[in-house]
């Protein structure tokens, strides 16, 4: 396993030649473990939101109602008071970037990977191209405290994007997972 990230590491700008299912997944499993990790920290100010809009109920009863039960625990607040929401545009920045370092650790990797089932590298774009889309789609959500509300036809297509995109993502993971061709292919000799 450490071989297989080690490995991946060196060849983050190498594009050419195959790698095969042992190479990859170990490296591909670590990168998506550290991405998660780093997500979680970028959003770490909506549980310190959640703490403060708590401690508001608590102070101030007359402007909060709390509702709860088994499994479930509801806050209402009247009136707008924005400094209890976290700052969405500053996380939704932080998630592209590591979105965008996850691409490029695994741009090479994943190349190599379908290159050893015969296929281009061009078909891990795809779900990359709707990734992108997809979150500039959902700069509409970046004031959604203040009210307005998107045109549902733009929501209707960033429906349509991410569906796009999972499907897109699913069917990468497919290719990826299956074995790789036999004896040489047009990229070339059969990888480990």
Do not use: K
């Amino acid at each position: 396993m450490i071989d297989s990230i080690r490995y991946n590491f060196e060849s983050l700008s190498r594009f050419s030649g195959r790698d095969g299912r042992g190479r990859f997944w170990p490296y591909a499993g670590a990168v998506f473990v550290l991405a998660c990790l780093s997500i979680w920290l970028v959003m770490a100010p909506i549980f310190e939101s959640l703490g403060r809009i708590r401690q508001f109920a608590r102070e101030h009863p007359e402007e909060a109602t709390i509702v709860s039960g088994p499994g479930y625990y509801y806050v209402s607040i009247e009136g707008a008071h924005p400094e209890l929401m976290p700052d969405f545009e500053a996380m939704m920045y932080g998630i592209a970037a590591v979105t965008a370092v996850t691409a490029l650790l695994l741009a090479a990797a994943v190349t190599r990977r379908l290159h050893d089932r015969g296929r281009s590298g061009a078909w891990g774009l795809v779900p990359l191209i709707l990734l992108v889309t997809g979150f500039f789609g959902m700069n509409i959500f970046i004031n959604f405290g203040t009210g307005a509300l998107p045109a549902p036809g733009l929501l209707f297509l960033i429906f349509l994007n991410n569906l796009l995109y999972l499907a897109s993502l699913v069917l990468l993971v497919i290719q990826l997972a299956s074995a790789g061709t036999r004896g040489p292919n047009r990229f070339g000799a059969r990888a480990e």
